[in-house]
């Protein structure tokens, strides 16, 4: 099926006499008629469900439905897409290891790596999403274990060129990790230029209704991890906390890493969705299609308005002729990019308040990429914890907004824009 149909039609295959939706299964555990039966589920030698915290049927096939969107070959959901980041990245970088990361990505993100992951004894190296391939490559080190970047980074939306990052990450050989969030696998999917694991906060355009938090970790199921065995000793060794199970040689290639995250990480940590969100999600997924493409739409029209007012100091919308990113875009996003638009205003922080507090129809929220159009200030909220040099290489100054265009009516967003920007003129 091609992605429009898989929206709709992917992940779940009712038989005859079962239910035409993909049914919630609100059920913390299973039962099973003898210990051997559940001990195989322990063992990893059966495939089935024992407790929701590792697995839930409901989550497995919302998780297969975005595997089949993505193009990979096994997936998980998480209980945040900032859980999905943390997971993938820690179920292959420990302490007294290494990460290269892009410096132009979500502010939570950044805290996660540079902060939390840091006291844990992971080490991190930032490089401009523009760095050359001999700058690149400079960044890595003999315990480098990954690759971090944004396909379109929140909220700076610079581009990631993905293929780039993903030959000197293969070159050092170790995988790259792409975020995809904003550009979701409509109109971008990251596999088909190099990268070996995507990341999503399902919260975002998947499910599109600000309903449900959640992520999700598709692995495309490329990356040799025996080739490179020295490096990732707890995919290519045997785990004596499953009786000595090697996921590798077990799982393969296609399944290793998903099956050691959902075992070890989720296990341990219990970052779950429930399977009530799960549901949520795949009513969004089946609209994803539609949906982004309006964004899309809404999102060039506000930009190309604002690229013109006078209030205006610079506009950062990727798909905008023009752009920094426009030919990156043009390469990796030919349908679109997203419904997010950053924009500095002339008169600065104060004017960028005054902007905000003047919309009528978009509302003042620290979330985004949803069918309602909403906005905010990062530098003082998503991104607060950073310092003026930390903003700047962010990409988000403190001057800049960040609009996230709904499915609204296009001529009464930019109406609504319009009369906020003459407030904003006057203050």
Not at 15 to 44: H, W
Not at 121 to 142: K, Y
Not at 376 to 388: F, G, K, V, W
Request: glycine share 10%; proline share 4%.
């Amino acid at each position: 099926m091609k992605t429009n149909s898989i929206c709709v039609q992917g992940g779940y295959t009712p038989g005859n006499g079962e239910p035409r939706q993909i049914p919630i299964v609100q059920s913390t555990t299973f039962k099973y008629d003898t210990c051997e039966d559940m001990g195989a589920l322990f063992d990893l030698e059966a495939e089935g469900y024992f407790y929701s915290r590792l697995q839930n049927p409901t989550n497995d096939l919302v998780a297969a439905k975005i595997a089949q969107l993505e193009g990979g070959t096994a997936a998980m959901l998480t209980g945040s897409g900032q859980a999905a980041n943390f997971y993938a990245m820690f179920n292959i970088c420990g302490c007294g290891e290494h990460i290269v990361a892009s410096s132009s990505i979500y502010g939570g993100t950044y805290n996660l790596i540079s902060v939390t992951m840091k006291k844990m004894g992971i080490d991190v190296t930032f490089v401009s999403p523009d760095a050359t391939e001999e700058e690149l490559n400079a960044a890595f080190r003999e315990n480098t274990r990954l690759v971090f970047g944004e396909t379109i980074a929140n909220p700076a939306l610079t581009v990631l060129d993905i293929e780039k990052f993903a030959k000197c990450a293969h070159a050092h050989g170790v995988p790259l990790i792409v975020d995809n969030t904003f550009a979701t696998p409509v109109n971008c999917r990251p596999f088909e230029w190099g990268a070996d694991i995507v990341t999503h906060s399902t919260t975002k355009y998947m499910d599109g209704h600000g309903a449900a938090v959640g992520g999700a970790i598709v692995d495309s199921g490329n990356f040799d991890w025996m080739a490179y065995a020295d490096k990732y000793p707890g995919l290519c060794t045997p785990d004596e906390s499953y009786h000595g199970v090697t996921y590798a040689e077990r799982f393969g290639k296609g399944g290793a890493f998903i099956t050691k995250c959902t075992a070890q990480l989720m296990r341990d940590l219990g970052s779950v969705q429930s399977p009530q969100s799960a549901f949520l999600l795949n009513l969004g997924l089946e609209s994803l299609h539609v949906r982004m493409q309006r964004h899309c739409e809404n999102g060039l029209a506000v930009a190309e308005f604002l690229s013109g007012h006078p209030a205006v100091a610079y506009v950062n919308y990727c798909s905008l002729p023009g752009n920094k990113y426009y030919e990156l875009a043009k390469k990796y996003l030919p349908k679109g990019s997203c419904g997010v638009v950053s924009f500095g205003l002339k008169g600065g922080r104060k004017a960028a308040g005054v902007f905000m507090k003047s919309l009528k129809m978009a509302s003042i929220a620290t979330h985004v990429a949803d069918a309602r159009t909403c906005c905010l200030s990062p530098a003082i909220t998503t991104h607060r914890q950073m310092n003026d040099r930390q903003l700047l290489e962010a990409g988000v100054p403190a001057e800049l907004v960040r609009l996230s265009c709904g499915i609204e009516d296009k001529e009464d967003l930019l109406a609504d824009v319009a009369q906020a920007l003459e407030a904003a003129s006057q203050s």
